[in-house]
């Protein structure tokens, strides 16, 4: 195995994946490195019929800039009432966010896959926005699923960059006001259904233990409810033990002579209490006992997550609008579909997989149709972050000829594109022009907070969606009222912070900091990678030595956005560490 380009040969096999494809390929600054990424991006174009080239220096891209004018300038003299009338009954949309777990860049026929056929999300981009530069903007699912719901970098809380396991507690502070309590205070009816990861619970409840965290057949409280959802149901996690079901603030189907209990992991340490216990990321150990009735095989899952979208779409018959935040299961290892997809795909068990999650989608767009929603309702599609290549070895997924990530570098839990750039799909009917795409956007899952709470003018206060800042100028094509992103700080799965501004990424240390980075710091090399995504999405050519000057200004305004607690202008937030401990 060859030494990639920045030495992270910790991160092990997927390196060697990497090196498959001659890094040499892309160490000039050759137009060929350029038009390489580029060309297979235009692949993306073409195969999504999308009407505008993403390229800012072509002649279609121009046409998009123009038609993004005439219609942001036809939006702007359109009288207020008119923008946004909807078929709904206040002018309103449904909006439906569907989150996959650790769907990579290039896993859908949309974003370039060629190995694997996913016609059910691919109609999102047919007829909706395809988005190419989003970010999640963190590595792995619950630091993400922080960002989504609170509009602020999770590495400012307790979990960092990594996620929480069975023994933690809400991560989100139940006071802190969310994109959930956002949609219910403009009077939607809000649902969560699918992965939490976030947590339930904290220190101190009934039946807690300071190091199996707490009593699952108890109320699982404070949880999703105590964050703005009106209804829960779905799973605490995938993957770790317990597999279980909840509904609101129960676990579904649990017998009290079967009482469910966590096990203690058998390494030493975690007979410490709750607080010095090792950190996230050596719980995987902990296991499950009795519960028998309440457990899934992982082979339904996807199933009984599906069954129970599609039957809340199907129930739905309120007159006020929904926020559903459907946070699916695919394609999180392990790779079990259910046994009709197995075979189904060029790739094995990773594309079948694939399969079943476009299947999924595939019905709940048809539950949004069959019920006359189609038209109403906003669907945004997106990722918690990149593709695994590998770091579970025994979910190595046979990926022949497909690049879960595309053309990005690195791969879940990294800092590296390929870690936390995802595809991101918009589509509301006669709002949002069919086929379209926007390679221009910064911006980060971070970012919706911001974004509703312009739609619905919405004046944030300064303790909310601290790092959040709107798209809806670029979502709905209009005059957009508060700042636009100009930075976006992303982090790894140990915090290898990363600051991006413009084309330019600053990294700040030699590594992707991936969930095998060892924190070894070779002198002989610079002390951090600093790319230009513009020339080289690739993320190979780092001009660190050569930029000191620009290396020097985005420390400072990553500094600047530490010590101030937030980013967001109008914002406040007291000066933050990178993961403190836990309160
Ligand atoms: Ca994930």
């Given at each position: ?100 777990d650790d ?37 792995v699912c619950t630091p993400?699923r ?13 979990v960092?960059?990594s996620t929480v396991w069975a023994n933690d507690p809400l991560l ?20 969560c259904l699918g992965k939490w990861h976030l947590g339930f619970g904290e220190p101190?409840m009934?039946g807690w233990d300071d190091v199996l965290g707490p009593d699952y057949n108890r109320l699982l409280k404070?949880g999703p ?7 829960f149901w779905g799973f605490p996690h995938v993957g770790q033990y317990p597999h279980y079901i909840a509904e609101n603030h129960r676990v579904v189907g649990l017998d009290p002579e079967d009482p469910l209990r966590i096990t203690p992991d058998k390494r030493p340490g975690f007979e410490l209490d709750y607080?010095?216990r090792p950190r996230s990321g050596l719980a995987a150990a902990l296991g499950q006992a009795g519960g028998v009735a309440t457990r899934y095989e992982h082979e339904e899952l996807s199933d009984r997550l599906?069954?129970r ?18 946070a699916h299961r695919n394609i999180h290892g392990p790779l079990i579909p259910a ?14 997989f ?30 918690d972050?990149?593709?695994v290549?590998?770091y579970r070895p025994n979910d ?16 879940k839990t ?79 799965y ?21 969930a ?68």
């Open positions: 195995m060859r030494r990639s380009v920045d030495g992270d040969s910790s991160q092990g096999e997927w390196i060697s994946l990497a090196a498959e494809e001659s890094p040499k390929r892309y160490l000039p600054f050759s137009n060929g490195a350029n038009l390489r990424d580029h060309a297979k991006l235009d692949q993306l174009g073409n195969r999504a019929q999308c009407h505008y080239s993403i390229f800012p220096s072509t002649r279609l891209n121009s046409m998009l800039a123009r038609t993004h004018l005439l219609v942001a300038l036809a939006v702007f003299f359109l009288p207020p009432s008119s923008v946004f009338c909807a078929p709904g009954s206040d002018g309103r949309p449904n909006v439906l966010f569907i989150l996959a769907l990579g860049y290039g896993d859908l026929s949309c974003y370039g896959a060629t190995k694997v056929s996913t016609p059910h999300i691919d109609r999102l981009a047919e007829e909706g926005r395809r988005f190419l530069d989003a970010h999640s903007p963190s590595s993400t922080y960002n989504l719901l609170t509009g602020r970098y999770a590495w400012r809380t307790w960092g960059g989100i502070d139940p006071d802190r006001y969310t994109l959930a309590d956002l949609f219910r205070e403009h009077g939607y009816a809000t649902a101190g009934e404070p409810l105590e964050l703005g959802f009106d209804y607080r010095s599906t069954e979208a599609v039957r809340w779409l199907d129930e739905y018959d309120e007159e006020r609008p929904f926020f559903l935040y459907l046994p009709r997809f197995v075979g189904t795909s060029e790739i094995g068990p990773y594309g079948d694939l399969h079943e999650f476009d299947w999924s989608v595939g019905q709940v767009l048809d539950a949004l149709d069959r019920n006359g929603l189609t038209e109403k309702t906003l669907v945004l599609f997106t990722s972050n990149g593709g290549k590998e190595y997924p046979v990926i022949e000829g497909h690049r879960i990530n595309g053309p990005l570098r690195g791969q990294t800092v590296y594109e390929g870690g936390v750039r995802v595809p991101f799909l918009a589509r509301w009917p006669g709002h949002i022009p069919a086929g379209t795409t926007d390679a221009v956007t910064l911006f980060a899952l971070t970012d919706m907070m911001a974004t509703f709470a312009e739609y619905f003018d919405h004046d944030l206060p300064p303790n909310v969606g601290e790092d959040s800042f709107s798209i809806v100028g670029a979502l709905f094509d209009r005059t957009q009222e508060t700042p636009r992103r100009e930075s976006l700080v992303m982090d790894s140990r915090e290898m912070m990363a600051i991006r501004r413009g084309p330019w990424k600053l990294i700040m240390g030699q590594h992707g900091g991936g095998r980075y060892r924190k070894t710091f070779d002198p002989e090399r610079p002390e951090g990678q600093l790319f230009h995504l513009g020339n080289e999405l690739r993320e190979w050519v780092s001009h660190y030595r050569t930029r000191p000057e620009l290396v020097a200004e985005l420390e400072e305004e990553f500094a600047r956005i530490l010590h101030e607690g937030h980013s967001r202008p109008g914002a406040t937030g007291d000066p933050t560490v990178i993961r403190p401990d836990r309160p």
